[in-house]
């Protein structure tokens, strides 16, 4: 069972703690709460400190510091990277340097090094558990300039334990005593730590594996609109991918994205500028292309069926599908259309771009008539 873990390169310091935490926030937490009842203070604390390590992870680590969708002060990047060392996930440089390689290579077994590609468990917690390869850190050095940064790859451990685990831990003391002071260390220490993380990973995990893909079907990332719930809007991951270096990642104005909100109001108050944003006609582009590619290769597939003769006539499918491909063609018109005025750099009105975004989703649609149709004719 054990014979093909590669026991010579496990990183038993992180696997321990990994394993650890988890143990304690697993039995720790309802024994607490068993002995202790559930006290407001912790709900209050841990929602806190959750909020503010995650986010020092979405907004940190990931879109500031690893993508450089937008410039920080420095309070900003302050408070994220001491925040975002309070998730244990590494330093900031670190994380950048992996996630960097990640988009760089996204499913490639060698250079991903969280790839999808080497199973659902690896890309979720497996690939944390192996010294892999020493870190090269060649792709940050435009980080290793920044000495907020350079600081903290140096002393977070030791800012994580004081600010993320002992402060919790005194603060529960404070409140309640002794009784208190094991609430802190699980509330806002342990037990928060193991939740942010599972979160982190469930993007390099479920993100891969189960969603939509309505920018690009080339790489594995999928849109989720329940992780997006969890991880403060990280689960568009198909849009992130499609267009890494925006600042959002839930593009649209209603989708869950609270890091983008969050972005946003900051911009507002003047701590950070410089928002990257991709333009509305390159988003309209992709969505079109990529349902364009999903129609052609659905009736590539019905007219392979139909060559094979495992598929007889039947005329509402025929109309169906002739249905579709007329939707198909002014599909292609939108598109050619916008991408002239995008390459001339004229403005496409709003107008055109939704009515673009509706003739695409009347293609999704028909193409699950299709989907519908074909067994009676099967
Ligand atoms: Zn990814
Ligand atoms: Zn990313």
Redesign the pocket.
């Known amino acids: 069972m054990f014979r093909n873990i590669p026991f010579n390169r496990v990183n038993w310091f992180t696997s321990s703690f990994l394993i650890i935490t988890f143990f304690v926030a697993l039995i720790g937490t309802p024994l607490y709460i068993i002995n202790f009842g559930l006290d407001p203070f912790f709900i209050v604390m841990f929602l806190l400190y959750f909020a503010a390590s995650a986010m020092g992870i979405t907004m940190g680590y990931h879109r500031l510091f690893a993508h450089r969708a937008f410039k920080a002060s420095v309070p900003v990047r302050l408070t994220t990277l001491i925040f975002g060392a309070c998730a244990f996930e590494d330093s900031a440089l670190d994380w950048a340097s992996d996630h960097r390689n ?1 988009h760089k290579h ?1 499913d490639h077994e060698e250079d991903d090094p969280y790839a999808i590609s080497k199973g659902f468990l690896w890309a979720h917690i497996g690939w944390i558990f192996f010294k892999l390869y020493p870190r090269e850190l060649n792709n940050v050095s435009d980080l290793r300039k920044d000495k907020l940064v350079m600081w903290q790859h140096k002393y977070h451990y030791i800012i994580g334990i004081v600010v993320g685990i002992l402060l919790p831990t005194l603060l529960g003391y404070w409140y309640a005593g002794p009784g208190g002071a094991w609430g802190g260390f699980l509330f806002g220490g342990i037990t928060r730590v193991v939740l942010v993380q599972h979160c982190t990973f469930l ?2 995990s479920l ?2 594996t189960m969603g939509r893909q309505p920018y690009c079907s080339q790489g594995s ?1 999928r849109d989720s609109f329940l992780m997006a719930i969890f991880t403060f809007g990280e689960g568009y ?1 198909n849009y992130h ?1 499609t267009f890494q270096h925006d600042y959002r990642n839930g593009v649209k104005p209603w989708q869950w994205d609270p890091t983008k909100w969050a972005i946003w109001t900051l911009s507002k108050l003047g701590l950070v500028e410089d928002l990257r944003q991709v333009a509305p006609e390159k988003i309209v582009l992709a969505e079109l292309r990529e349902t364009r590619r999903k129609a052609e290769e659905r009736l590539r597939l019905i007219d392979e069926k139909k060559a094979q003769g495992d598929l007889r006539d039947c005329p509402v499918l025929e109309s169906a599908i002739d249905h579709l491909r007329s939707l198909v063609h002014s599909l292609q018109e939108c598109y050619d259309d916008i991408e002239e005025s995008f390459s001339k750099r004229l403005s496409v009105s709003r107008y055109v771009l939704e009515r673009s975004r509706l003739n695409a989703s009347q293609v999704l649609k028909q193409l699950i008539a299709v989907d519908n149709l074909q067994p009676m004719a099967a």
């Open positions: 990640h996204t993007i390099n993100c891969h990332a991951h991918h």
